[in-house]
């Protein structure tokens, strides 16, 4: 999909005024694949948007799974993630919505960091959930994101497994504001 950025380089992408990615989550994201490695053993993980691909690159370094695969959206984003994975071996790059991609396999790890390019309906926000569980191996991992020092959400289909309160290196929101609280949130299949 075409998508029009105000601003996209190494460090920020900007679409409609919002921070759709900047690098300054990396110390936070870096928090969540150290601790994620401490714990854990991921042959496949799914990663759900590429951005400026922090996060694939941490997924690479701390977790190194077999199988990697990541779907994106846009189609200039989907060049730097097509570049970025001739450096690695076992990343499947997917140009598509992920929520109508053709899954072949299911997940140990599902890290999920889209950005809304557009407010999504309840029906898609069940959908979702719907495919999320679809998606996740018998024990695997639902990651996301959380910004913020704000308690959990409860997510449909799925229960909460490790909920860490982080102080990290201080990131700005999509908004422009800046946080320097941060949790590590995993979720499993009932
Ligand atoms: C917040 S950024 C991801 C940041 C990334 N985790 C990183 O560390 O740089 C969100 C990404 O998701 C992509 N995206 C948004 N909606 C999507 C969708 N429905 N399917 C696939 N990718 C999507 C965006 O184009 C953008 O590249």
């Given at each position: 999909m075409k998508i029009n950025f105000d601003k996209k380089d190494n460090d920020i992408i900007i679409w409609n005024n919002q921070?759709?990615?900047?690098?300054?989550e990396e110390n936070y994201f870096s928090e969540i694949f150290k601790f994620l490695s401490s714990k854990y053993k991921f042959n496949s993980v799914l990663e759900i948007g590429y951005g400026l691909g922090i996060s694939a690159k941490l997924i690479q370094n701390y977790?190194?799974?077999q199988h990697h695969t990541i779907v994106e959206i846009s189609d200039e984003i989907f060049e730097d993630l097509e570049n970025f994975s001739?450096?690695?071996?076992g990343i499947e790059p997917c140009l598509s919505d992920w929520l109508e991609y053709d899954y072949k396999t299911k997940f140990d790890l599902i890290f999920c960091d889209p950005f809304d390019y557009a407010t999504p309906s309840l029906e898609m926000v069940e959908k979702k959930f719907q495919l999320i569980r679809y998606l996740l191996k018998e024990n695997g991992l639902y990651c996301i994101p959380h910004f913020g020092d704000g308690e959990p959400k409860t997510l449909p289909f799925l229960q909460l497994r490790d909920n860490v309160l982080l102080e990290v290196e201080p990131y700005i929101l999509w908004n422009g504001e800046v946080c320097n609280f941060a949790r590590i949130l995993t979720y499993t299949k009932y």
């Open positions: 921070i759709v990615m900047s690098r300054s977790l190194n799974p001739l450096s690695y071996s």
